[in-house]
C-alpha cells in the first residue's frame, strides 16, 4: 500500500533499540583541503531518519520560521570549506522539517550553513513552499545575493530537497550558474512527478493535504510530468559546465515517481541511492534527508567538488 513503509519505519523508530549518531564530518589531512569522508557501511539508517523526521515537528508547529541549530549564525567560510551553503527546502515544508539533522551536521563539519523560507501562498505557515516555482526560483536568486554580499563568496554549494532540488537546477541553468560551486539534490523533481505522488507527499506532511485538496498548490502543478517548468528544464543539457552536481534518491521513492527519475545521466553528475550504502535502508521520500547515508553522502560530494 503506498505510504505504508513510512507508518511501518515510524513504527520501528519507537521501538529501535539502537540510533547511530551522525558524525562529525570527516578531520582535514591538511589546512587547505578535508580528508574524503569514508563510504562507512551502515544498517538500520530508517529507524534514525524517521525518528529525526518526527522529530523535526514540533519546533516547526511552536516556530516555522525558526533555522535549524547551526544554520543562518552569521559565520564566514573558512580555507578549508571556502563556500557557504545554502538549503533549500522541498514543498510544502519549511526549514525544519526538511534540513533539521543536515543543517547541524555540515555546521558541526565546519561548513557555513544558511537557509530560508520561500513560496508561502496559504495559511498555515507550517506549509510553505507551494507558490509558482519560476517565483521561488527568484527567490533562491535572491537569496543567493543575499548570503554572497555576507560572506564575501563568489559562489555558493546548493543543497535541495525535493521541489528544493528542482529549484537549484533551474537556477544554475538559466542564469545562475557563475553563482554556483555545486549543486547537491536530494530526490528532486528533476523529470517531474504525477499528482498522485504529491498527494502521497501532502499526506505525510501536517496540515499540507488541507492546503492541497483545497485551495490548490501551483507548486504541484509546476512539478507535474509535463509542465511547462519541467519542460523547460529537460530541453537541453541540465548539468552546467563547471558545476558539479550530486543526485541522492532512495529505491522506495513513492513521490518521486518511479524511482531514479530524480537521476540526471549527464557528464559530470553523480546518480546515488542510499541503498548502495545500507542495504537495509527502506526510507521513503520525505524522512529521505534526515537519514544518516544521505548525510555521509552529502559530505562525499561537497568532498567532491572541492568545497
Known amino acids: 500500500m503506498r505510504g505504508s513503509r513510512l507508518f511501518m519505519t515510524i513504527s520501528c523508530a519507537v521501538a529501535a533499540a539502537v540510533a547511530l549518531a551522525p558524525s562529525a564530518g570527516a578531520t582535514p589531512a591538511r589546512p587547505a583541503r578535508p580528508a574524503a569522508p569514508a563510504a562507512l557501511p551502515r544498517t538500520g539508517s530508517s529507524a534514525v531518519a524517521t525518528a529525526g523526521f518526527l522529530a523535526s515537528l514540533p519546533g516547526v ?22 563556500y557557504p551553503v545554502v538549503l533549500v527546502n522541498g514543498t510544502f515544508e519549511v526549514m525544519q522539517d526538511s534540513f533539521d539533522y543536515l543543517g547541524p551536521r555540515l555546521a558541526r563539519a565546519g561548513y557555513c550553513v544558511f537557509g530560508y523560507n520561500y513560496g508561502a501562498t496559504v495559511y498555515p505557515p507550517q506549509v510553505q513552499a507551494t507558490a509558482p516555482v519560476d ?18 563568496s563568489s559562489k555558493v554549494d546548493l543543497i535541495g530537497f525535493s521541489q528544493g532540488g528542482l529549484l537549484t537546477e533551474l537556477y544554475t541553468k538559466f542564469g545562475g550558474a557563475a553563482s554556483v560551486h555545486s549543486v ?5 523533481t528533476t523529470h517531474g512527478t504525477t499528482l498522485l505522488g504529491l498527494g502521497t507527499l501532502a499526506a505525510h506532511i501536517p ?36 558545476v558539479r552536481y550530486t543526485v541522492i534518491d532512495t529505491r522506495y521513492e513513492e513521490v518521486v515517481t518511479p524511482a531514479g527519475s530524480s537521476f540526471i545521466h549527464e557528464r559530470g553528475v553523480t546518480n546515488e541511492y542510499v541503498q548502495s550504502f545500507d542495504p537495509t535502508d527502506v526510507d521513503e521520500h520525505v524522512v529521505l534527508p534526515f537519514n544518516p547515508v544521505t548525510g555521509d553522502r552529502v559530505l562525499a560530494a561537497l568532498h567532491r567538488a572541492g568545497s
Open 207 to 242: 496540515g499540507a493535504r488541507d492546503v492541497f485538496t483545497a485551495v490548490g498548490c501551483p507548486a504541484c502543478n509546476d512539478q507535474i510530468v509535463g509542465s511547462a517548468v519541467i519542460a523547460k528544464l529537460n530541453k537541453g543539457p541540465i548539468a552546467q559546465p563547471g
Open 61 to 82: 508547529v511552536a516556530d516555522p520560521a525558526a533555522p535549524p541549530a547551526g544554520v543562518n549564525v552569521g559565520c564566514r567560510p573558512s580555507a578549508t570549506h571556502p
Open 135 to 152: 517565483d521561488s526560483v527568484q527567490a533562491l536568486a535572491a537569496e543567493v545575493r543575499t548570503v554572497t554580499r555576507a560572506t564575501g
Open 184 to 188: 547537491t539534490a536530494l530526490a528532486p
